[in-house]
């Protein structure tokens, strides 16, 4: 039997608050990025800059619609159900929304397409400039966040956190592409990086924490149980699971440093606090022409 690190554990408390974390999440998110947001880009500050009202903000249009397509295979229904029943507000496929909100993205349009596809998977399609989500995802999802087969198709908090991780960074790829930002190095770790960023992007460091747990064990037990036997396949554009989960603490802690967490890094504490501002300068960099947030630093 694996032992997961004591902080990966999802345990009772992640679960009991999972209606909060639904809830308090794409608000807690949302706040910590609009203070305030921006009508006009700054190059224009002189015909007029003001700062949006809150019914503004919300009448933006999506650049990352979903599109959700009823699944044929009877075994998926559960999860198509769940996605409708969770409606548009509180899916985590649907966080794009938020990036629509603080991003002067108007006339992007790259639509979430969800459906059966035989096999679990998630991608970003540049040619198609859609993201496809798999239905098939879920359940490899949840066994892999250490969930008994019992619970392999349901969406808690846990399963949202992972999957609005992986969104995030799928639409990292499609801001990169369609915004044509420059990135040196390897693209996979700037989308890794652009996803904890904003999934850190909150005051509270036990929220934050509990956020990125989901994706840290996700790729924790995936680097034993999935490449462990078969080994990180060379071909594979990102890094070694093992990497990934240390990349997510590393990243966490220097973002919200917590000495609980400090003996699970797999580098000093000052080496994650100057990771955590690169990546944060970095991506700052990248997105200073196109933010509304007013200080001109997403993060
Ligand atoms: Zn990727």
Redesign the pocket.
């Known amino acids: 039997m694996m032992r997961l690190p004591r902080f990966l554990i999802l345990g009772p408390p992640f679960l009991i608050r999972s209606f909060l974390i639904r809830s308090f999440l794409f608000t807690a998110l949302l706040f910590a990025f609009i203070a305030p947001l921006t009508a006009s880009r700054p190059a224009s500050a002189q015909s007029g800059r003001r700062h949006l009202t809150m019914a503004e903000i919300e009448a933006l249009p999506n650049s990352f619609p979903i599109v959700l397509r009823p699944p044929t295979s009877p075994t998926l229904r559960p999860i198509y159900t769940r996605m409708v029943e969770l409606g548009e507000k509180f899916n985590p496929l649907n966080i794009g929304v938020l990036l629509s909100q603080v991003l002067y993205i108007e006339s992007l349009r790259t639509p979430v397409i969800v459906e059966g596809c035989g096999a679990p998977g998630l991608?970003?399609a540049r040619r198609q400039n859609h993201i496809r989500v798999c239905y098939e995802l879920i359940p490899e999802v949840n066994q892999l966040l250490g969930k008994p087969r019992a619970k392999w198709f349901e969406i808690d908090s846990a399963t949202r956190a992972f999957l609005m991780f992986a969104m995030l960074?799928?639409m990292?790829?499609a801001l990169i592409k369609n915004l044509s930002i420059p990135v040196a190095g390897r693209?996979?770790d700037a989308?890794?990086h652009f996803a904890l960023l904003f999934m850190t992007q909150v005051p509270d460091r036990e929220l934050a924490h509990r956020i990125v747990r989901a994706p840290a064990a996700f790729f924790f037990r995936h680097s034993i149980e999935v490449e462990g036997p078969a080994g990180h396949d060379a071909s594979d554009?990102?890094e070694s699971s093992a990497q990934r989960a240390a990349d997510v603490l590393c990243l966490l802690y220097g973002r919200h440093p917590d000495p609980t967490l400090a003996p699970q890094l797999n580098r000093t504490t000052a080496a994650c606090i100057d990771f955590a501002r690169r990546a944060a300068a970095t991506w700052n960099a990248r997105l200073a022409p196109h933010t509304r947030v007013d200080s001109g630093r997403m993060f």
Do not use: L, N, Q
Request: proline share 0%; aromatic share 8%.
């Open positions: 991608h970003y960074h799928e990292a790829h693209e996979e989308a890794d554009e990102h």
